[in-house]
Nanobody, 125 residues
Framework: VQLVESGGELVQPGGSLRLSCTLS????????MGWFRQAPGKEREGVAS????????WYADSVKGRFIISQDNAKNTMYLQMDSLTPEDSGMYYC????????????????????WGQGTQVTVS
């Protein structure tokens, strides 16, 4: 499974961005996907996750009501719509995927995901 993120850029506070994550390779059995971010000097944190098929989603408290995770099966792509951005949202954003079962209470943990993209930089300033 290969993941490629795009869409990160410099944006002003209050602005919006949409990140994309495209899957390729042996991705047919991918069940869980998520977005994580990491700011300089901080640990990687879960932002949002989705069970493919849209059965269930999860959001970090810090982004609830501002970010929306979604998927387009036809395009093998996952999105993260980010609105009302603040400087605290700045960081490298990574998408992740997993083919095995992930407990609902653990979808926010980076160690639950086997496949990772290279990241896309989001700067809010």
């Amino acid at each position: 499974v290969q993941l490629v993120e795009s869409g990160g850029e410099l944006v002003q506070p209050g602005g919006s961005l949409r990140l994309s994550c495209t899957l390729s390779g042996d991705s047919a059995n991918t069940e869980y996907m998520g977005w994580f971010r990491q700011a300089p000097g901080k640990e990687r944190e879960g932002v949002a996750s989705i069970i493919l098929g849209g059965i269930s989603t999860w959001y970090a408290d810090s982004v609830k009501g501002r970010f929306i995770i979604s998927q387009d099966n036809a395009k093998n792509t996952m999105y993260l719509q980010m609105d009302s951005l603040t400087p605290e949202d700045s960081g490298m954003y990574y998408c992740a995927a997993e083919t095995n079962w992930v407990p609902a209470q653990r979808v926010r943990e980076s160690k639950q995901y086997k496949y990772w993209g290279q990241g896309t930089q989001v700067t809010v300033s």
